[in-house]
């Protein structure tokens, strides 16, 4: 779905991505990294929002340079911040972006918007108006859009961003769902999600891939550098609600391990220290 | 390099072309060979997204609150005035509408040009195919709504003042009362394309301020058809006289056609494919507007 080689974007001086290579199937893929490691330009350029200045990509075997048009008829996209005009009730603005998905055909355009809104479960609030819904209400809505014309890629930015516990749990829910006959890619901070959602995982590190591979390998990695101790010790580590310290790094003799979480595995690929142990 | 919106609407613009010319020569430079032209370039599906695109925004244009406004305005009008003297009536179902519709108009057209922008859709909006000089395309078509709406409301007011026989000096013609709708359709367009040049805030503002600003410079002149509000008959001494203002009402709804329509090519120009179609189609306007603009004059 997503081959992607040595790409690079720069903006001014810094490189937000710097010889980025990995590659995408079907299912959902979480892409990990902290703030700033080039999440969004690379979600954006999957969206041929942005064009690399080096490097090639092919999304759903085009070339996004030439192909872009074809690319974007078989895409969804939900950014970072999507906005939502005023006035536009739930069903109208799937309605609208419908329309911009080239579904001119009133009553198939109308039948795949309810679709779409059923989908993700907003169907008792089609009628009412954007502003008025709650937070993971509008992220719904957004996913919404995406999956019209039930497209092969779905990129999303950022998609847990400022949810509930309850309403992530629903978001899980969607994912896994519409993950199932598609290529999803998830960028996220969120390791939950991750581990819950996706079948693969690129960790992203200033602009470079860092770690592909699945949660389980990632979760891997940090196998036996996880303890617990009185005392503060390892490369990270914090005070659990028990008085204990949670370490992650290399563990001292006859210490008490820990099951690791993929969490774990990512803190130690961003501290350096995991990638060369398993190299 | 960045996809600006404009190149993003120019490469999707020259993607697969499903349908090709018809052939033969351009049709002379007509408006609607031109759009007929421009439309056939277009890969088909998109080509066929911009009527229910224009449809979707023409909802969003007529149920905005100042374009409400604008018939709101010009009720209250009729129902304080006085319908005493026949220039004063004549004024109000001719000339009324420019500012009372025309203004919230522009200003309807113009948030709602820039909503996605002002929202942050403007991101999701471009990844679809139908990109934003499709968009825009569309919007322009919407523009024909309110001008519809407005000409309804021309035909109904006057057909009112016959009926109720409201004293008017004389039947006005079709050009004289053209003049409103044309410029709430002007308006309009400038709306839009003020959204797609400088979608920030307070360049409406400003703009309006120029027009209402020349208005009033050439209101004073003696070549006073030049500007928008326009009055096709004076008030003179002795007092109460009824006279025809010098000009011709003809080449005024040409000339407001030609302004008009000229910023609908300034819209369509930002994001197309076609920039030379419609820098040519802007070039024909303005010269039209040159033309008519100084043959209206007495």
């Known amino acids: 779905m997503i081959e992607a080689a040595g790409l690079v974007k720069t903006y001014g001086r810094g490189r937000a991505l710097d010889g980025l290579t990995f590659t995408v199937g079907k299912g959902v893929t979480g892409l990990l990294g902290p703030n700033g490691a080039g999440k969004t330009t690379l979600i954006r350029m999957l969206a041929t929002v942005l064009a690399p200045d080096e490097g090639e990509l092919r999304l759903l075997g085009r070339d996004p340079a030439g192909d872009r048009l074809e690319i974007r008829r078989r895409l ?204 | 390099m960045t996809y600006d919106h404009g190149a993003l609407s120019r490469a999707a613009d020259s993607g697969p072309v499903t349908e090709t010319l018809t052939g033969g020569p351009p049709a002379g430079g007509t408006a609607m060979a031109g759009l007929s032209r421009l439309m056939d370039r277009l890969p088909a599906t998109t080509r066929h997204a911009v009527p229910a695109l224009a449809y979707a925004e023409l909802r969003l244009l007529l149920r905005h609150p100042l374009t409400l406004l604008g018939p709101a305005l010009m009720t209250a009008v009729l129902f304080s005035h006085t319908w005493e ?124 301020f120029l027009l209402v600003g020349f208005n009033y410079v050439v209101y004073q002149s003696s070549e006073r058809f030049l500007g928008f509000l326009v009055e096709f008959v004076l008030w003179t001494s002795p007092m109460w006289t009824f006279q025809e203002a010098p000009g011709s009402a003809f080449w005024h709804a040409v000339y407001l056609l030609a302004l008009g329509l000229g910023a609908g090519a300034l819209a369509m120009l930002r994001d197309s494919a076609q920039r030379g179609l419609w820098l040519g189609a802007g070039a024909a306007l303005v010269l039209a507007a040159v033309l008519s603009g100084v043959w209206q004059l007495p």
């Not at chain 1, 990632?218 to 990270?236: D, N, Q, T, Y």
């Open chain 2, 85 to 208: 003297w026949p220039q004063d009536s004549f004024r109000v179902i001719t000339a009324q509408m420019v500012m009372e519709w025309g203004v919230p108009a522009f200003f309807a057209a113009n948030l709602i040009g820039t909503a996605a922008r002002r929202a942050g859709t403007d991101e999701l909006l471009s990844t679809t195919p139908v990109d934003r000089a499709h968009r825009t395309a569309a919007a322009c078509l919407a523009a024909l709504g309110p001008f519809v709406l407005a000409g309804l409301f021309q035909a109904v007011l006057l057909g009112l003042c016959l009926m109720f026989q409201v004293d008017l000096g004389r039947t006005p013609t079709v050009w004289e009362m053209a003049a409103g709708p044309l410029c709430v359709l002007g308006a309009t367009l400038l709306g839009t394309a003020t959204a797609r040049w400088a979608p920030y805030r307070g360049v409406p503002f400003a703009v309006m």
């Open chain 1, 76 to 279: 969804g996209y939900l950014p970072q911040e999507p906005g939502y005009q005023r006035g536009f009730t739930v069903f109208e603005f799937v309605d609208y972006v419908a329309i911009l998905k080239e579904m001119v055909e009133r009553r198939a355009r109308h039948d795949e918007v309810r679709r779409v809104i059923e989908e993700v479960g907003l169907t008792s609030v089609s009628g009412k108006r954007i502003r008025t819904l709650s937070g993971g209400m509008r992220r719904r809505l957004g996913i919404a859009q995406t999956l019209l014309g039930d497209p092969e890629l779905i990129l999303l930015d950022e998609p847990t961003v400022g949810l509930d516990p309850e309403q992530r749990l629903r978001f899980r829910e969607l994912i896994s769902h519409i993950g199932q006959d598609r290529a999803v890619v998830l960028s996220t901070h969120q390791t939950e999600d991750v581990a819950a959602l996706c079948n693969r995982v690129v960790v992203l590190k200033a602009g470079r891939c860092v770690f592909e591979g699945t949660p389980e390998e990632i979760r891997a990695l940090a196998e036996g550098r996880v303890w617990f101790s009185a005392e503060k010790s390892g490369v990270l580590s914090w005070r659990t609600g028990d008085g204990l310290f949670r370490n992650i790094g290399p563990a001292p003799e006859g210490a008490r391990l820990a099951e690791p979480t993929v969490e774990d595995g990512y803190l130690l690929l961003l501290g350096g220290t995991a990638a060369e142990a398993a190299a």
